[in-house]
């Protein structure tokens, strides 16, 4: 492909496949009388397509068998030439998984099994009866089905760069073209100076995804700025928080926009080579982003003479071995270049020196996403969402004590009310809020006093925690917060690259008195520690690992201190997690000497004969939990 006419009308010819997976598919086929509209980049013609999610989620809930079951049972009623199968990304809407939506309709079914796939072959596709029962529940309103946009999950998103996951096929470029992909890079190539693009970014206010949130347009104007024989454009796919898959979503659903984009930057900022680090634990996104490549090479989007502009740009991919830290950038550049995945002092920072030595541009994969919808709709449409100084939307993985996990893209300003109460449909068994942390291991824990706080990189700051990369873990009441601190600490020390003195030795020492306090085994002295060797890290570590490593145990000090007193001055854990500070007892007027625990208890904790109340033995009891979980008639309880 060498010119924008190519490029266009491959685009008028997928547009209106994409069009069919629409929530209004039928009244654009009623408006336009499009009767060949369903022709796919074979040219074949389909009345109804079938999508199926082939994110990582679903995947592992047996969504291939299911799509492999589907089309053998379309071919045995005769319906190969009408209905096509689609293999998308990920939907967002996790928890319901495996998930099923047929178009035009719109018709949402969750939790879909193999067995189910012969009934809604022969009734839904064969003879156009919905089979209800398998329906996302809340599409069905008054025996009327609703569109799923309008459900509470997806009415508040706005997607931007989630706007192709579950809608596209991610191993096909024509589709992607067929959203108006590859159109940015062709504006660009053809209508743009460089400093033209970074321009753009900057009016658009868009600010790193990644965690940090530094202005992109100027990470690209400082690069650009750097004269040097070669350039780099680098993007950071090592999503290593605990709970998000942001950016593993997008490369499934989307790996296309992430090569327009840095495309993009590599003209921006004088470069002819880029590379996306990604984790070897993603094969899915691993395996997108080589059919990506290959398809986008065959094209002609990568490589000599891009649209005949005379410019040239190629990606590779690099895998990682799952290393925390290699998030960092200069340990991801160090990694990328053969070294152990360790930070470098800055400055020099990499858009003077970064990637052998020349200047470099990374971002994350989110923000990739969301430039070439800038390009195409103007700085002032991004802008015009979100806050005044945090432009746009952001993506969240929700996780934790929430009905609905999965992927959500809220523009900036978003309360976390909004978020946790109608996006996530709340605490599941009628408990009570208590905390969400962002951010990861470098973020805060946001308690219930904060819930209408507008979310946005400044105000999360304000409240000790940050935005990171996206992860969004919610608590409820039986969540101990000294645990989560304790949780995160562990995940940061194994982490630790070990290079300084402070991260290496003072994350494990702040960790060991975390699990005195856990164990009801520390005094005030050592939480007068913990918070002076908190302090101490944040102002002596290297990189970002280790000088955000203690705000999960500053923000729970700073919000759930109590907490932390009541481990340590009345050696009890409020919430009833902590082992050690536990004790199981036995409620002598629902107990009806069964003698049931008795026989379940592995250490003969508990005393009692047949039809006597019985009682626990504390220094024998081991506190596993066997004696309640087997108890009929609730008389065990701990506290």
């Known amino acids: 492909m060498k010119s924008l006419e190519q490029l266009h009308e491959i685009c008028e010819r997928m547009r209106k496949v994409v069009q069919l997976r629409e929530e209004n598919a039928k009244e654009i086929l009623e408006k336009a009388a499009m009767c060949e509209s369903g022709k796919d980049a074979d040219g074949n013609t389909y009345r109804t397509h079938v999508l199926v999610c082939g994110g990582t989620g679903c995947t592992s809930s047996g969504s291939a068998r299911i799509r492999e079951r589907l089309e053998k049972e379309i071919e045995a009623n005769g319906l190969s030439d009408e209905v096509c199968v689609v293999k998308t990304g990920c939907f967002g809407l996790c928890a319901l998984g495996p998930i099923m939506i047929v178009y035009p309709e719109g018709t949402f079914y969750s939790m879909v099994q193999e067995e189910d796939i012969p009934e809604i072959v022969t009734e839904h596709l064969l003879k156009g009866n919905v089979v209800k029962h398998l329906l996302y529940e809340e599409t069905v309103k008054a025996d009327k089905i609703i569109p799923l946009n309008e459900t509470n999950f997806y009415k508040k998103q706005h997607r931007v760069a989630l706007r192709n996951c579950g809608v596209i096929n991610p191993e096909k470029i024509d589709e992607y073209i067929g959203t108006g992909g590859y159109e940015a890079l062709g504006i660009v190539l053809t209508e743009k100076k460089p400093e033209d693009v970074i321009q753009i970014l900057l009016d658009s206010g868009l600010r790193g995804r990644g965690g940090a949130g530094f202005p992109t347009g100027l990470k690209w104007k400082f690069a650009a700025g750097n004269d040097a024989d070669q350039k780099y454009v680098c993007c950071n796919a090592d999503e290593g928080d605990p709970g998000a898959f942001m950016d593993r979503s997008v490369l499934e659903g989307d790996p296309h926009v992430v090569l327009e984009a840095m495309t993009i930057a590599g003209y921006a900022i004088g470069a002819s080579q880029g590379y996306i680090y990604v984790r070897a634990e993603y094969p899915i996104a691993i395996e997108r982003l ?207 690259c070990g290079k300084c003195t402070p991260c290496r030795i003072g994350t494990r020492r702040m960790l060991e008195l975390l699990d005195k306090i856990t164990k009801g085994q520390a005094t005030m002295e050592d939480l007068d520690k913990l918070e002076e060797l908190c302090y101490h890290l944040k102002d002596n570590s290297l990189c970002a690992l280790g000088q955000t490593a203690p705000n999960p145990v500053l923000s729970t000090l700073r919000y759930f201190r109590d907490e932390y007193i009541a481990h340590i001055v009345d050696k009890k854990c409020p919430a009833g997690v902590c082992k050690e500070l536990l004790q199981y007892k036995i409620d002598a007027d629902k107990c009806k000497g069964c003698t049931l625990c008795a026989r379940t208890c592995p250490n003969n904790a508990i005393i009692g004969s047949v039809k006597e109340v019985h009682m626990i033995d504390q220094s024998r009891c081991v506190k596993c939990g066997a004696c309640m979980e087997k108890c009929r008639f609730g008389a065990i309880y701990k506290e």
């Open 290 to 496: 080589e059919i990506a490549i290959r398809q986008a090479r065959e094209y002609g989007m990568l490589g000599k003479d891009i649209f005949g502009s005379g410019f040239d740009f190629d990606i590779d991919l690099r895998l990682g071995a799952g290393a925390f830290v290699c998030g960092e950038e200069t340990a991801l550049m160090t990694s990328i270049e053969g070294n152990r995945g360790e930070p470098r002092p800055r400055p020099p920072f990499p858009a003077l020196k970064g990637l052998f030595q020349k200047p470099t541009i990374l971002n994350n994969v989110e923000t990739w996403a969301n430039i070439p919808q800038i390009i195409l709709k103007g700085p002032e449409w991004f802008a015009g969402m979100g806050t005044e100084k945090s432009k746009g939307t952001k993506v969240f993985a929700l996780g934790g004590k929430i009905h609905n996990t999965g992927l959500v893209e809220i523009p900036m300003g978003t309360t976390l009310r909004e978020i946790v109460e109608e996006i996530g449909g709340g605490i599941p068994n009628g408990k009570k809020f208590k905390a969400a942390q962002t951010g990861g291991p470098s973020g805060g824990c946001i308690p219930a006093e904060h819930l209408d706080v507008p979310i946005d990189y400044d105000n999360l700051m304000e409240i000790g925690s940050m935005m990171g990369s996206g992860g969004l873990i919610v608590m409820d009441e039986n969540t101990c917060m000294v645990d989560i601190a304790k949780f995160f600490l562990e995940f940061t020390v194994d982490e630790s």
